[in-house]
C-alpha cells in the first residue's frame, strides 16, 4: 500500500512541472541520443548506446516516482491550519537560548523543503522537536552538535 504524499498547492504544481519537464524534454532527448547511437552501428560494443540506456533507465525511474507521488499526493489545506500551537505549514519564530540567535522556519512536507528559503522538512530533529508545542515554550532539540534549548517567539502563517 502506497502513503500519501502531503503537499502545498504549490508543491503539487512543482511536481506536474517537473513530471511534464521530464516526459516532454528529456524523454525525448534520451531517445534521440539512443537512435543516434544505434546509428552508429553495432550496439553490443557501443558506449554511447549503453549510456544511453543507463540514462533512459534512470529517467523512467524518476517519472514512475513524480506520477506515484501525484498520484497519491494530499493537498494540505492552508485555511485550516491554526497558530496556537506549531503544526506543519507554519512560520515558526524560535531563539536559540545559547546564542541568542534568531531563526525563522517554514515547516513544510519533505518533498518542499528547501533550507536557502527557509523551509524545513517536518522530518527534520528541529520541526519534530516544535511540533504540537506554543509560544514560550522552551524546547531542548537533539541536534548534531549537542542539545540546544530553543524558544518559540511565534508562530504566524
Known sequence: MT?????????LKKLREDLDYLM???RPR????????????????????????????LLEAKIANLQNKIANARILD??????????????????????NTTMVY????????????????VTTPIAQGLIGKKV????????????IPFEIVEISL
Open 3 to 11: 502513503k500519501g504524499t502531503y503537499l502545498t498547492r504549490e508543491g
Open 24 to 26: 516532454n524534454v528529456e
Open 30 to 57: 534520451i531517445s534521440k541520443q539512443i537512435g543516434e547511437a544505434i546509428e552508429k552501428g553495432d550496439i553490443s560494443e557501443n558506449a554511447e548506446y549503453d549510456a544511453a540506456k543507463d540514462a533512459q533507465g
Open 78 to 99: 492552508e485555511s485550516k491550519i491554526d497558530t496556537s500551537q506549531v503544526q506543519i505549514l507554519n512560520k515558526v519564530t524560535i531563539k536559540n537560548q545559547k546564542s
Open 106 to 121: 517554514t515547516i513544510v512536507p519533505e518533498s518542499e523543503a528547501n533550507l536557502k528559503e527557509g523551509k524545513i522538512s
Open 136 to 147: 514560550g515554550d522552551i524546547v531542548n532539540i537533539k541536534v548534531p552538535a549537542g542539545v
